[in-house]
């Protein structure tokens, strides 16, 4: 949490002699109703837009269960992830993971509202191009480097592999190999082993039990099979854990690569 102080307090004052200076040259006005529509972009926009700029965001987006930024968009209507929930607001800006079909599409349009489509990272390189082009259409393009900064500066270099590890979810599922979790996974000197169809079972955690096991924290504190799974998971293995904060890992990002630093120093 008080990373996450940290970042929110830096993006309030990122850069302002930049942002300054690129208002005073001729471009498009900065939007003033800004919606997104889906968690992964919800938590761009809460942490590049600048305070009274957001209309809406998804209904995910203002569940602490879901992300550690959800106070942030306390007040904010919540909508369900289709641009017929916030038409209504007349939003000049909508921010989605590419799921607005061509209908909505065509709607937003006719209204005069701006869709940017920011399609789910698959390596940091994505990621880090996906926060300039969220920045950029927010009008804040200095916010966005300070970001990647902040960001870049907790993952610091990938790692010599130093440990062999399995990041598991709820019900089994495994981060695949060539995914940006695992590539997330390299600046804290693991290297994520792969499972053939994306899932372990109890009984494969039995058989071979991975040097290192990772599991998520995410709504631990409620009752579910899912989360029974992972607890079972952890007695079967009979191995190192180590638990993350699921809720970074939902959309690997900013928030992982804090993730990440606090991973580095526990398995050190």
Not at 68 to 79: F, Q, V
Not at 144 to 149: F, T
Not at 231 to 246: F, I, K
Request: charged letters at 20%.
């Amino acid at each position: 949490m008080g990373r996450l102080i940290a970042l929110l307090g830096l993006l309030a004052f990122a850069a302002p002699a930049a942002e300054a200076a690129s208002h005073n040259s001729p471009a498009e006005a900065a939007p003033v109703r800004v919606a997104s529509l889906g968690l992964c972009t919800d938590e761009l926009v809460l942490l590049l837009a600048e305070p009274g700029q957001l209309v809406s965001v998804s209904y995910l987006g203002r569940d602490r269960h879901e992300t550690p930024l959800a106070s942030k968009a306390r007040g904010l209507h919540g909508n369900d992830g289709k641009f017929s929930s916030v038409a209504a607001l007349k939003p000049d800006l909508v921010v989605t993971g590419g799921a607005v079909n061509r209908f909505a599409r065509a709607l937003a349009e006719r209204t005069g509202t701006r869709v940017v489509d920011v399609p789910p990272p698959m390596t940091l390189a994505d990621l880090r191009g996906n926060i300039r082009t969220v920045a950029a259409a927010l009008g804040h393009p200095a916010r966005g480097e300070a970001l990647i900064g902040w960001m870049d500066a907790r993952l610091g270099s990938p790692l010599p592999p130093r440990h062999t590890g399995l990041m598991i979810t709820a019900g089994g599922l495994t981060a695949a190999p060539d995914s940006i979790s695992s590539e997330l996974l390299t600046y804290a000197g693991i290297r994520q082993t792969g499972t053939p169809t994306g899932r372990v079972s109890l009984e494969g955690l039995i058989a071979a039990p991975p040097p290192l096991l990772i599991h998520s924290r995410y709504r631990s504190g409620q009752y579910s099979l899912p989360q029974e799974w992972i607890d079972s998971a952890v007695r079967v293995a009979g191995t190192r854990n180590v638990e993350v904060d699921g809720r970074a890992w939902l959309c690997p990002g900013p928030l992982a690569a804090a993730d990440v630093a606090r991973l580095r120093e526990t398995i050190r």
